[in-house]
């Protein structure tokens, strides 16, 4: 980062890092998105914007993670997480809704990763989720005490896929 620079990283503190299809690098700090053009040798900066919805929900960037057909998904600290639409340069936003099951159980969104059956798993501060992104609906899968048999820990920090296609989640404690 270099203070008064608009073609500089947006800060230091770098979360996340993910190469897209065309060669550009994606790059998370905790103030907001940036795409390297390594070509140009400068960075474009994507920032949360109040007024518009379709900004990137939340300047923390925990997660960074390009899909088979090269959509780019982020995940926020505080704001759930975003797919980046190339046309128009907007942001999906998916988000926990309390009243809501089939939603993203946690804001913060630490891990993501597409399995070979075509589903994603986000790692959350709460919780690890299922997506089909055939139907949008979301599975969660949360911690119960009384479940010997649940997850360990609410706060997933990595989610893998081994080659017998079974899904390990890293949680914390």
Do not use: M
């Not at 980062?1 to 994606?26: F, K, M, Q, T």
């Not at 518009?52 to 780019?72: F, H």
């Amino acid at each position: 980062h270099e203070p008064g620079n608009p073609n500089s990283l947006s800060n230091n503190n770098v979360r996340a890092i993910c190469e897209d299809d065309e060669g550009y690098l994606w790059i998370g700090t905790y103030d907001g998105l940036n795409r390297f053009d390594k070509a140009g040798e400068r960075f474009l900066h994507f920032t949360h914007d109040d007024s518009n919805p379709s900004s990137l929900a939340n300047d923390y960037i925990r997660e960074i993670y390009k899909d088979s057909s090269g959509c780019i998904w982020i995940g926020t600290q505080g704001g759930g997480l975003d797919k980046f639409i190339t046309e128009g340069s907007k942001f999906i936003h998916y988000i926990p809704d309390p009243g809501n099951a089939n939603s993203l159980s946690g804001a913060g969104v630490i891990a993501v990763l597409e399995d070979s059956e075509g589903y994603f798993w986000f790692g959350t501060s709460s919780g690890l989720n299922k997506y089909d992104p055939d139907t949008g609906d979301f599975t969660r899968y949360r911690n119960n005490r009384k479940d010997p048999t649940s997850i360990s820990n609410d706060r997933i920090l990595c989610v893998y896929e081994d080659r017998n296609g079974t899904i390990w989640a890293g949680t914390y404690g």
